[in-house]
């Protein structure tokens, strides 16, 4: 019988510290063609979506799937025992997702921004504190400034980044403001239109552009990303059909897809980046970070007993 793990059993079983450990070794493994990643997949039967994300990193095997609609969204991870051919888990992952895509970005700034201390944030919901959770894990003494449109929601933002990760951080008051004097910058919005623009990127910086995963939408000006001399992504085939950032460029012949760099790549010391580059990270979120972590949880549930037997 599978065991069936609840948002608080994710939250009690799985750090964010955990987390980036977890996809830099599931990115390892996948270097070593020991890991495999299929793109997301979405069926849309208005007006609903289905969306899913196939991935398998040994002994594990599954997929994350979800359903958005206009009146909500929720995600569940599957975890199959490839050996043995069971279902081992089912997560519920709203929590789990917020973990691994702050863990991606806090990844590629580990590679990508190793002496970086000043981090710039743009955005003030859900995903911006998965973000800056994750950041504190592997930046020490950070200090934070954030922008955010709604004035209340960003001085809330503020308040908990003091009291619940010890981080100094502070609110200001537009997007340029936020860009200047730091060194990772970090964009978790729903921008319909890019707003980062060139002239806010300064040689050194790198940026984590996180909030967009669809090929309609971007959050950098297609001058800001040409202004990147480092362009990663976690996955190049889904990057073609969800990278809005990129997409246009490529369309235009200004950037081609063999031009991007993976996670893999940077945690197997392929790419290294130069002191003066301005690198970008543009995370999509795939399934073998949801494997990952999905996995991890369920062997930590195994140690301490918690979760439910169904079926």
């Known amino acids: 019988m599978p065991l069936y793990?609840?948002?608080a059993d994710v939250q009690a079983l799985l750090t964010p510290a955990d987390a980036v450990h977890l996809l830099e070794e599931a990115f390892r493994a996948q270097a070593e063609g020991g890991a495999v990643n299929l793109p997301r997949r979405r069926l849309v039967s208005k007006p609903a979506v289905l969306h899913v994300l196939p991935a398998a990193l040994p002994p594990a095997m599954g997929l994350k799937a979800y359903v958005s609609t206009p009146k909500g969204i929720s995600f569940v991870v599957l975890v199959f025992n490839s050996a043995e051919g069971t279902l081992d888990a089912i997560v519920e992952a709203n929590r789990l997702g917020q973990v691994r895509t702050g863990a991606a970005s806090a990844l590629a700034?580990?590679?990508?921004?190793?002496?970086?201390?000043r981090v710039g944030l743009v955005g003030t919901g859900y995903q911006a504190w998965g973000q800056v959770e994750a950041l504190a894990s592997v930046i020490s003494d950070m200090e934070v400034k954030v922008y955010g449109r709604d004035v209340d929601r960003k001085d809330d933002f503020v308040?908990?980044?003091?009291?619940?990760?010890?981080?100094?951080c502070r609110a200001v008051s537009d997007v340029a403001a936020a860009c200047r004097d730091v060194d990772v910058l970090v964009t978790a919005t729903s921008a319909r239109e890019p707003f980062l623009r060139a002239e806010y990127l300064r040689p050194g910086l790198h940026v984590n552009a996180m909030g967009i995963n669809r090929?309609?939408?971007?959050?950098?000006?297609?001058?800001?990303?040409m202004r990147c001399s480092l362009k990663v992504v976690d996955d190049v085939?889904?990057?073609?059909?969800?990278?809005?950032?990129?997409m246009p460029l490529v369309a235009s012949n200004h950037l081609h897809w063999n031009d991007l760099k993976t996670l893999r790549d940077l945690v197997t010391?392929?790419?290294?980046?130069?002191?003066?580059?301005i690198s970008l990270f543009k995370s999509l979120g795939i399934g073998l970070e949801d494997i990952a972590v999905a996995q991890h949880v369920y062997r930590k549930a195994l140690e301490t007993g918690r979760g439910t037997r169904v079926g």
Not at 109 to 117: D, E, M, N, Q, V
Not at 269 to 277: P, Q
């Open 5 to 7: 793990l609840s948002e």
């Open 237 to 246: 085939e889904q990057a073609k059909t969800e990278a809005g950032d990129l």
């Open 215 to 225: 090929g309609n939408a971007a959050e950098l000006t297609m001058e800001a990303v």
């Open 159 to 168: 308040k908990r980044v003091g009291q619940e990760l010890w981080v100094t």
């Open 109 to 117: 700034t580990k590679y990508l921004a190793p002496h970086g201390r």
């Open 269 to 277: 010391g392929k790419v290294i980046r130069a002191s003066e580059d």
